[in-house]
Protein backbone atom coordinates (compact mmCIF):
# COMPACT_ATOMS: atom_id res chain seq x y z
CA UNK A 1 0.00 0.00 0.00
CA UNK A 2 1.11 3.09 -1.20
CA UNK A 3 1.10 5.95 1.21
CA UNK A 4 2.74 9.36 2.86
CA UNK A 5 3.55 9.76 5.75
CA UNK A 6 4.36 13.37 7.66
CA UNK A 7 6.47 14.46 10.70
CA UNK A 8 7.87 17.63 11.91
CA UNK A 9 4.87 19.38 13.18
CA UNK A 10 4.35 21.04 16.54
CA UNK A 11 4.31 24.60 18.09
CA UNK A 12 6.93 27.04 17.66
CA UNK A 13 6.71 30.62 18.71
CA UNK A 14 6.95 33.87 16.13
CA UNK A 15 10.12 34.10 14.52
CA UNK A 16 11.43 30.63 14.85
CA UNK A 17 11.41 27.87 12.51
CA UNK A 18 9.89 24.07 11.69
CA UNK A 19 10.73 21.56 9.13
CA UNK A 20 8.48 19.22 7.48
CA UNK A 21 9.32 15.89 6.05
CA UNK A 22 6.71 13.64 4.08
CA UNK A 23 8.28 9.93 2.80
CA UNK A 24 6.13 7.89 0.53
CA UNK A 25 6.07 4.72 1.12
CA UNK A 26 5.29 1.54 -0.74
CA UNK A 27 6.21 0.52 -4.31
CA UNK A 28 5.95 3.26 -6.82
CA UNK A 29 7.39 3.65 -10.22
CA UNK A 30 7.94 7.55 -10.06
CA UNK A 31 7.20 10.60 -8.30
CA UNK A 32 6.17 13.28 -10.48
CA UNK A 33 5.74 15.90 -7.95
CA UNK A 34 5.47 16.41 -4.20
CA UNK A 35 4.22 19.68 -2.07
CA UNK A 36 2.18 20.60 0.81
CA UNK A 37 -1.07 22.43 0.83
CA UNK A 38 -1.84 24.09 4.44
CA UNK A 39 -5.64 24.82 5.99
CA UNK A 40 -6.69 26.80 8.61
CA UNK A 41 -9.65 26.76 11.05
CA UNK A 42 -12.85 28.28 8.59
CA UNK A 43 -10.77 28.91 5.58
CA UNK A 44 -9.46 26.87 2.07
CA UNK A 45 -6.95 24.46 1.53
CA UNK A 46 -4.09 26.44 -0.29
CA UNK A 47 -0.34 25.74 -1.81
CA UNK A 48 2.17 26.28 0.49
CA UNK A 49 5.29 24.84 -2.06
CA UNK A 50 5.40 22.14 -4.44
CA UNK A 51 8.56 20.90 -6.73
CA UNK A 52 8.09 18.65 -9.93
CA UNK A 53 10.56 15.84 -10.94
CA UNK A 54 12.16 18.58 -13.44
CA UNK A 55 12.73 20.81 -10.21
CA UNK A 56 10.33 23.63 -10.97
CA UNK A 57 9.01 24.72 -7.71
CA UNK A 58 6.08 27.38 -7.21
CA UNK A 59 5.09 29.26 -3.71
CA UNK A 60 2.28 30.26 -2.12
CA UNK A 61 2.48 34.33 -2.12
CA UNK A 62 3.23 34.47 1.70
CA UNK A 63 5.58 31.62 1.75
CA UNK A 64 8.18 33.27 -0.62
CA UNK A 65 11.37 33.94 0.78
CA UNK A 66 10.42 32.29 4.08
CA UNK A 67 10.06 28.64 3.36
CA UNK A 68 12.28 26.03 0.74
CA UNK A 69 11.05 22.83 -0.30
CA UNK A 70 13.30 20.46 -1.21
CA UNK A 71 13.55 16.81 -1.84
CA UNK A 72 15.72 13.41 -1.86
CA UNK A 73 15.20 11.72 -4.46
CA UNK A 74 16.83 8.32 -3.17
CA UNK A 75 14.31 8.71 0.11
CA UNK A 76 11.19 9.28 -1.35
CA UNK A 77 11.27 12.38 0.89
CA UNK A 78 10.55 15.73 0.74
CA UNK A 79 11.49 18.43 2.62
CA UNK A 80 9.62 21.88 3.72
CA UNK A 81 12.03 24.16 5.76
CA UNK A 82 9.97 27.12 7.36
CA UNK A 83 11.56 30.12 8.52
CA UNK A 84 10.16 33.37 10.18
CA UNK A 85 7.61 31.45 11.18
CA UNK A 86 4.57 33.94 11.84
CA UNK A 87 1.04 33.42 13.87
CA UNK A 88 -0.86 33.47 10.16
CA UNK A 89 1.24 30.28 9.61
CA UNK A 90 -1.29 28.38 11.85
CA UNK A 91 -2.65 25.81 10.25
CA UNK A 92 -2.40 21.60 9.73
CA UNK A 93 -0.19 21.00 6.58
CA UNK A 94 -0.84 18.15 3.98
CA UNK A 95 1.78 16.42 2.12
CA UNK A 96 0.85 15.64 -1.61
CA UNK A 97 2.38 13.50 -4.12
CA UNK A 98 1.82 13.04 -7.44
CA UNK A 99 3.00 9.33 -8.71
CA UNK A 100 2.77 6.67 -11.24
CA UNK A 101 2.63 2.96 -9.61
CA UNK A 102 3.74 1.34 -13.41
CA UNK A 103 5.48 2.65 -16.25
CA UNK A 104 1.97 2.43 -17.80
CA UNK A 105 -0.23 3.60 -15.22
CA UNK A 106 -2.40 7.16 -14.86
CA UNK A 107 -1.07 9.16 -12.43
CA UNK A 108 -2.87 9.63 -8.90
CA UNK A 109 -2.75 11.88 -6.19
CA UNK A 110 -1.78 10.99 -2.79
CA UNK A 111 -2.54 13.02 0.29
CA UNK A 112 -1.00 12.79 3.81
CA UNK A 113 -3.03 12.87 7.63
CA UNK A 114 -1.92 16.42 8.05
CA UNK A 115 0.43 17.67 10.50
CA UNK A 116 -0.62 20.33 12.91
CA UNK A 117 1.48 24.00 12.82
CA UNK A 118 1.18 26.44 15.47
CA UNK A 119 2.79 29.61 15.77
CA UNK A 120 2.48 31.51 19.24
CA UNK A 121 2.68 35.41 19.22
Known amino acids: QVQLVESGGGLVQAGGSLRLSCVVS????????MGWYRQAPGKQRELVAR???????NYGDSMKGRFTISRDNAKNTAYLQMNSLKPEDTAVYYC???????????????WGQGTQVTVSS
Open 26 to 33: GSIFTINA
Open 51 to 57: LTSVGST
Open 96 to 110: NAVVRLRPTSSEYQL
